[in-house]
């Protein structure tokens, strides 16, 4: 996986700045969070006690409209008459009282004749409504002013009162009050009014939640964001507090869920994110500007070294803005000086060696042409003069021996003289023809080829010769390499072969002469360019210098034997 | 694999961090619905829900309808028009009473449409024992409920509030009315009240008014009319006859403005001016023979579209405002029919006229 500059230069300005506002908002979140944590707490407790002077409050707002209502003669009067429409539109109804009715219930229970009221909305449930019950469920309960009533599954606050007639005399008694249980609204008001920072508030009796109002859930809408990042906090501290007057038998129930540090955290990942944005922007000026300058050097550095390459004079670097690649110039400037100069102290010795080798070359293949030249010539001296001389001595042997009587024993010795002679003639052939085979000049390469000695050492030594030879008319003066090349690769086979068989094929064609030398020999690895050592002896050298020297393509094959080829240009 | 990551790298990067960034910062808010959105529902042509009901809506209505004003009626014709338009599967319960019915007969209707379990209850609230009432019921997790023609939250109930309150703010009206009697009488006019029954709505609409025009014009004499057009006819011929120099009578509801207009024609007293409150079809036909010089004309059918959408919203449990608050217009003599037919093409778009 490969990236540019740039997007590197990016994710890594990106990573600086992400990293640190993390660091900062994540470090001043847990921070403020703890402190917070402290406040939450304080909080929670100045709550608790201003709920407990609430309760007071609306318990003796309560208390006021009961008496108040207790005290109302128009009420003996409704009671005296018996009528239960006359008593429930007095205490409940829309257009007999001023009253707030801050009471939901009330009992009313006359003593005169046992007759008991139960006035209440009937949309307001209070479990079983038995008036005589309910009243005898009370006087049973009663233990001080404002007594916890419960009435099948709810919970009842209620206070009693004495109703009095015009002379004082108690004529009844009134209970009333509120409902405890389930009623979400009185804890919303305790609350409310309370301007406390609670979620969540319970009435509990014997540690039994009979009412309760507020969020369960105050993060229900908290980002994904958020949630990710773990900053979904919330506070939450309880408290349990008994309310004055009940013992520990009614209890208040606090919860705060303090999301001040959840608003926090969503400030700070705003932060984060704006932040973010701003290194992203920032981070993609830098790369942009960064990349863009670098790319530019880049770019010119590449050039510089295609023209250091294709021009033969070259510019030299030109200096930039950014040091380095300006550095980085004058180093490849220095590099290429010496490299220039080092190449044309090398051109030169090259010229030099190639001019030595040339004339050597020409030297060999001088002394090639004066070797040939000088055994030409000294065959033909050998065969005109020292050949005339035993001539001329086995004519005047054979004349001495015409003088000389049969009967002489001198005859003897003119026959050994000629005999000598003859060996001596037989040798100076031999000679001649291995200085210059005659054979070249009178019967051309193939019939030379067919008297070359070796061949017959060859079958001596129970190798099988194989000759297709063509007579072939070949550039003057290239016959003799061409037979000395046979003669140099026959006398090899012989040597170094290990061969049962070798041919010889001469042939022409259209533009070149063929001569093609193979064996089924053990072979050897040519190697051309090797010293003249080993496999690549003086005579492989003598054949290489020849067929330069005539201007012939030599091929050496080493495969299940040597074939050596031989093309001339004719 | 590697080499489409480094694509991805080289070429999307920057597009898709800032896109998910993006993202990120208004999504919480993206879908958030204000007073504004509700109103701009409102406004709109119906559209069709795009969720799949599972079972019909149970909607109940407990209504002091049993008035000279169509208000309530026309209420729950918009309501059910409303409801079709959206295509939302619903069954209505629908109780009326008469405004001057005890609570016991609202009371036992409560019950009545209670016991077979709606999931929305709407109700009104004039008085304190209503209000006594409604708190009863916002105890319970069923039905939610939609308090009508009240659109000032009750303080009292702090965070446990109904689903919504809706109708035309009566304060608002008041105001209106009491700019125009301003500008058309001049300063020192003596007038007389005539409030609905006593409740918040006399509160909001007689005392509104009678605090804006206070110092500026001389109110006589007032009275409580218990909702009754009889009772408001002869207050009136009282009024008058104490007060014979009056020049106009502000009235707070329709059956109080047409007992009104009884007595006035009674005793041929035409030069008095007499206003109407609430530009039902009563009121429109007394405004056209000339016997109500200016109209508070409220677009009516907002109500029961305001209802619709907010039931629609709830039940994809999306935020609902707590108030709706409708649009009025104000009818007098420079009104001419055409614009009267626009506006009551506006107010009665499904309760028709």
Known sequence: ?????????????????????????????????????????????RSADAMQH???????????????????ASLENALSEGRRSDVYEFVLGENASKRQQRYSLALIYRLQDNQ???????????????????????????????????????????????????????????????????????????????????????????????????????????????????LNHVLEEELKIPIKGFGEHLQMGLRSADTRVYSLARRLFVLLVGGCMLGLVISAIAAALLSGALDKQLQKLVVYMRQLMTEPTPKMWESGHIDEFNHMGKQIDEIVAELATRRQELKMANIHLEKAVSDKRVILHQLINNQEQERSHLAQELHDELGQLLTAVRVETTLLEHQISMSSPALKNTSNIKELV????????????????????????????????????????????????????????????????????LTNVLKHALATEVSISLLQTEHEVILCIKDNGQGFVPDLEAEPKGHRGFGLLGIEERCDFMGALLTIKSDDGVTMTVCLPC | MSTWISRLVNGRLFVAFVGLLLWVVVHDRAFALDDDKLKQLVNQVAKPIEFKQKMPVKIAAVYPGFQSSDYWQRSIRSLTGRLEAIELDYHLDVRFSSPSDGLALQVRQIQSVLSKHPDYLILTINSLQQQRIVELLLEREKPKIIIQ?????????????????????????????????????????????LFWNKGAVSDQRGLTFERAVSGFHDLKISYFTHASREV????????????????????????????????????????????????????????????????????????????????????????VPLVFSGDFSLLHEGTNPEMLGRLMSKAFIYSGY
């Open chain 1, 54 to 72: 609430e309760f007071d409050v609306q318990l003796r707002l309560i208390d006021q409209d009961l008496h108040m209502l207790s005290l109302n």
């Open chain 2, 149 to 193: 023609n009240l659109t000032k939250p009750i303080d009292d109930w702090f965070a446990l509030q109904p689903l919504l309150y809706v109708g035309f703010d009566h304060m608002t009206g008041a105001l209106a009315l009491a700019d125009y009697f301003k500008d058309n009488f001049p300063a020192g006019t003596p007038y007389g009240l």
């Open chain 2, 232 to 319: 408001a006819k002869q207050q009136t011929l009282e009024m008058v006859h104490a007060y014979p120099e009056i020049r106009y009578i502000y009235v707070c509801a329709t059956d109080v403005a047409l007992g009104a207009i009884d007595a006035l024609k009674e005793i041929g007293r035409k030069d008095i001016a007499v206003n109407g409150w609430g530009g039902g079809q009563a009121e429109l036909t007394a405004f056209a023979e000339g016997d109500l010089g200016v109209v508070l004309m409220r677009m009516n059918d907002q109500n029961g579209v305001a209802i619709a959408e907010a039931i629609k919203l709830d039940i994809q449990k999306k935020p």
């Open chain 1, 116 to 230: 008991c009221f139960l006035l209440k909305n009937p949309l307001l449930d209070i479990g079983p409504v038995n008036c005589e019950r309910l009243y005898q469920k009370y006087n049973g309960a009663t233990r001080q002013e404002w007594n916890l009533l419960h009435n099948g599954n709810e919970w009842l606050l209620v206070k009693d009162y004495l109703i009095t007639d015009q002379n004082q005399k108690v004529v009844g008694r009134l209970v009333g009050g509120i409902k405890l249980s389930n009623n979400k609204l009185f804890l919303n008001q305790l609350i409310s009014r309370t301007q406390s920072g609670l979620d969540q508030a319970q009435l509990l009796i014997d540690g039994v939640a009979i009412t309760a109002f507020g969020s369960q859930n105050v993060l229900g809408s908290v980002g994904i964001g958020s949630q990710v990042l773990g």
């Open chain 1, 1 to 45: 996986m490969t990236f540019r500059f740039r997007t590197l230069i990016f994710l890594l300005f990106l990573l600086m700045v992400s990293g640190f506002l993390l660091f900062f908002s994540l470090n001043a979140y847990y921070t403020t969070a703890q402190i917070l944590k402290e406040a939450a707490k304080e909080s929670l407790a």
């Open chain 1, 422 to 489: 003859s060996a001596m003639y037989a040798t100076v052939y031999d000679r001649i023809m291995a200085l210059r085979p005659t054979e070249l000049d009178h019967m051309g390469l193939c019939q030379s080829i067919q008297q070359i000695p070796t061949l017959k050492s060859l079958e001596q030594s129970g190798i099988k010769v194989v000759l297709d030879l063509d007579d072939v008319i070949t550039p003057s003066g290239t016959d003799i390499h061409l037979y000395r090349i046979v003669q140099e690769a």
